[in-house]
């Protein structure tokens, strides 16, 4: 417990009059519409996101990074401000760590420091996007589809080093995101590189253990400006399904133009069966990477609302994994998260209320404002109580941002983390 428990329990008491009213309240609401409130409640309990490490440090733009004091300097100080996200919210379980970023020599000891902090490892990220120190090969011109099997073989390499270290760290999935592509017309001889592409990712894949998934992530621009290998969700899909069951797409909700019916693409992998999870955020102009339901929480509630129809409809093997992934520029990242995670689970709240036999039939007789309706009345409740009752019930706090705020832990930090001089370039 990094947060001092008293903390939690004092405002937790002087706060649940108010929400227990207010759940009362709310409860009776929701029985006119024939949802019963305690099985949302158990519904937004369960849900749980995962945390990337590098989401507690601060971010940055391409200019400039202005580092946080007290915000932590390696892997095992990262886990622990995760704890504190995951002790004041309760459903943030699990953290995704970022290969070689993350790297330590005993894999052992950064797992038992987890599991002492109460959190468990979701997917591995590779990272053949940057070139790191004493590396052989460059990047520059691309990893896992570059025109040098030399450098191919390398990036490939590190990928099956990220898999050996998720197995030590009991995590079950890859995921890879490639930075290739091209920033001059001409520059890359677009099928070749997309052939090289799925040779590579096969290499990887046959390696896979059992039980695993590796989540093909795509992005429709930067650094690659003028065309990218891997830029859409049709791509994505045809490279997942040519490589086989256990190769499934993700979907990052900042990865789109800003016109993308993202929704519908999570219907459609959804339909297709390719669905392997998300990267929440959220964005006005492209890849902004803010913090969720920041500019557009309709969005998050509309791609719920594709997530909960699929179980309504129990669609075979539906089981997408979840993820925050933000860059934090000026504000502390663990109440962006914790702002974040409850975001998410007000989307899921407000998709579980949607009176969906009713939508059902305005979808059936063409009732186009009848279904917009149904919809938009679902966001309109509010269902705040209902995450916070969520929250309480798993001995979190009811308000997690304030008691983090009234804590001194970023205090104490402040003071045995000693804050990085100057600025750099940089999105982590």
Known sequence: MLID????????????PELFSDFEHLGAYLERRGVAIDGVVQRVRAFTVAIPTWGVSTGGTRFSRFPMPGE????????EDCAVVQQLGRATPRVSPHMPWDHVDDIHALRLHAEALGLGFDAVNSNTFQDQLGQAHSYKFGS???????????????????????EQLGSTALTVWIADGANFPGQQHFAL???????SMREIYAQLPEGWKVFLEHK?????L??????????????????????????DL????????????????????????FHFNDSKYGDDDLDTGAIDPFRIFLVFNELIDAEVRQVDGFAPAYMLDQSHNVTDPIESLIESTAAVQRALAQALVVNR?????????????????????????????????ARLDAGGAIDPVTVYRASTYRKDKVTTRPAERGGRSGIV
């Open 254 to 277: 900042g990865h789109h133009a800003p016109t993308t019916n993202v929704e519908m693409i999570v219907a459609r992998l959804i339909q297709l069966g390719k669905l392997g999870g």
């Open 144 to 166: 896992l589809t570059h025109t040098d099997p030399a450098v191919r073989a390398q990036a490939i390499t590190h990928n099956l080093e990220c898999i050996a270290i998720g």
């Open 193 to 199: 590189a997309l052939d090289r592409y799925l040779g």
């Open 357 to 389: 036999e009713a939508l059902a039939v305005a979808q059936e007789t063409n009732d186009a404002l009848g279904a917009a309706r149904l919809l938009r009345e679902a966001t309109q409740i509010n269902v705040e109580p209902i995450v916070q009752r």
């Open 5 to 16: 428990q008293e903390l939690i329990t004092e405002q937790n008491t002087e706060l649940e």
């Open 220 to 224: 429709l621009y930067e650094p690659a």
């Open 72 to 79: 932590p300097r390696n892997i095992f100080e990262r886990l």
């Open 226 to 251: 003028y065309a990218t290998v891997i830029a859409d969700w049709g791509t994505s899909y045809f490279c997942a399904e040519s490589l086989g069951p256990k190769a499934q797409c993700l979907v």
